[in-house]
């Protein structure tokens, strides 16, 4: 990845929606169902039908896929078999617009919202 490409994504040096929130999927999105991906090895169950990512319960919260410095350069190291809520979290983050959940998680971490 070049160096423009990675100023011109948020995402690539934010991270603070990783080390913000819990996240909790159905376990059809592990890798020991049909069509799942998400490493069980990276993951606790919460119920019979939920999984969680291991760190995002901790206090404070950080995901254990999440490598790097938040607010400098992170990557998720799990980025194509990342489960659905990371997925579909702030869909137009990478183009610099934010939502409301992004900039919470922004401001946790001293960083302003995405667009301001």
Do not use: N, W
């Not at 011109?8 to 890798?31: I, K, M, N, W, Y």
């Not at 999984?51 to 992170?74: F, H, K, N, S, Y």
């Amino acid at each position: 990845m070049t160096r423009s490409k990675r100023l011109a994504d948020p995402c690539l040096t934010c991270g603070a929606c990783c080390a913000s929130f819990r996240v909790d999927f159905h376990v059809s999105d592990l890798e020991t169902c049909p069509g799942g991906c998400v490493p069980v090895a990276l993951t606790v169950p919460v119920t019979a039908t939920l999984a969680r990512m291991r760190g995002t319960d901790d206090g404070p919260p950080r995901c254990i896929a999440l490598a790097g410095e938040i607010g400098q350069e992170v990557k998720c190291t799990i980025y194509d078999r990342r489960p659905g809520p990371c997925r579909d979290f702030a869909p137009f983050a990478a183009l610099g617009i934010g939502d409301e959940g992004c900039a919470r998680a922004r401001r946790r971490h001293g960083m302003k919202p995405l667009g301001e």
